[in-house]
C-alpha cells in the first residue's frame, strides 16, 4: 500500500493567516493526490484532485501543488467556516489511502 | 443531483456479518467511468479506504480486509451492497457511500466527488 504522511498533525491559526499543509507519499503517485476538507459529524468534500485543480464550488482561497511524493494544500487566507480538517487521499493505485489529517484549529 | 445514501444495522454482534446498502440516484453505474465505494472512519480517527465497484463490475478492496469484504451491485435499483464478516469492536465507526468518477476529462483520473452522509456502526454484545 501508498502511505501519506500529512504535516502537520494539527495547527492553530487566525482569520485571515496564510496555511499550508503536505502529504507526502511513500513512492511516486504522479499527480494523483486528492484534497478534501471534513468538519466535525459531516462528511467529508472534495476540493482539489489531480493535485491542482480545484473542485467545483470550491472557494478560490485553496490551491493545490505537487507531483511525484511531495503536496501541498495551502488556504491563502484562512476564513472562520475553513476550520476543519484537511485529508489528502491518493488515487494512483488501489488501496486508495488516506493520510491522517490535519486539523485546522482556531487560534 | 448526485445522492447517496446508507443503510443498514446499527448495531451488531461481535463475529456477525455487517450487511450495509447504498441506495444513490442521479447518476447510472451501468455509464462508464463510474464506480460505488465504501469508505470508513472509526471514532477521532483517519479516513480508511475499504472497496470499489466499478461500472463494468470490476472490483477492488483493500488487502488487509480483502477477505472479510464482499461489494456487490444491482444497477436496476441502484444500489451497491458491502458485506464485512467477522465484525469486531475495532470495525466500530462511520461507514460512508461514495461515488467515484473521472474527474478530469480525457483521463481515466478518479476521485470521491459525492459522498452519502455516513451510518454509524457500532460492534458490541
Known amino acids: 500500500d501508498i502511505q501519506l504522511t500529512q504535516s502537520p498533525s494539527s495547527l492553530s491559526a487566525s482569520v485571515g493567516d496564510r496555511v499550508t499543509i503536505t502529504c507526502r507519499a511513500s513512492?511516486?503517485?504522479?499527480?494523483?493526490l486528492n484534497w478534501y476538507q471534513q468538519k466535525p459529524g459531516k462528511a467529508p468534500k472534495l476540493l482539489i484532485y489531480a493535485s491542482s485543480n480545484l473542485q467545483n464550488g470550491a472557494p478560490s482561497r485553496f490551491s493545490g501543488s505537487g507531483s511525484g511524493t511531495d503536496f501541498t494544500l495551502t488556504i491563502g487566507s484562512l476564513q472562520p467556516e475553513d476550520f476543519a480538517t484537511y485529508s489528502c487521499q491518493q488515487s494512483y493505485i488501489t488501496p486508495r489511502t488516506f493520510g491522517q489529517g490535519t486539523k485546522v484549529e482556531f487560534k | 443531483q448526485v445522492t447517496l445514501k446508507e443503510s443498514g444495522p446499527t448495531l451488531v454482534k461481535p463475529t456477525q456479518t455487517l450487511t450495509l446498502t447504498c441506495t444513490f440516484s442521479?447518476?447510472?453505474?451501468?455509464?462508464?467511468?463510474?464506480?460505488v465505494g465504501w469508505i470508513r472512519q472509526p471514532p477521532g480517527k483517519a479516513l480508511e479506504w475499504l472497496a470499489l465497484?466499478?461500472?463494468?463490475?470490476?472490483?477492488r478492496y483493500s488487502p488487509s480486509l480483502r477477505n472479510r469484504l464482499t461489494i456487490t451491485k444491482d444497477t436496476s435499483k441502484n444500489q451497491v451492497v458491502l458485506t464485512m464478516t467477522n465484525m469486531d469492536p475495532v470495525d466500530m465507526g462511520t461507514y460512508y457511500c461514495?461515488?467515484?468518477?473521472?474527474?478530469?476529462?480525457?483521463?481515466?483520473?478518479?476521485?470521491?466527488?459525492?459522498w452519502g452522509q455516513g451510518t454509524t456502526v457500532t460492534v458490541s454484545s
Open positions: 465497484i466499478f461500472w463494468n463490475d470490476d472490483k
Open positions: 461514495t461515488r467515484d468518477t473521472i474527474v478530469l476529462r480525457g483521463t481515466n483520473y478518479y476521485a470521491v466527488d459525492v
Open positions: 442521479g447518476f447510472s453505474l451501468s455509464t462508464g467511468g463510474v464506480a
Open positions: 513512492q511516486n503517485i504522479n499527480n494523483y
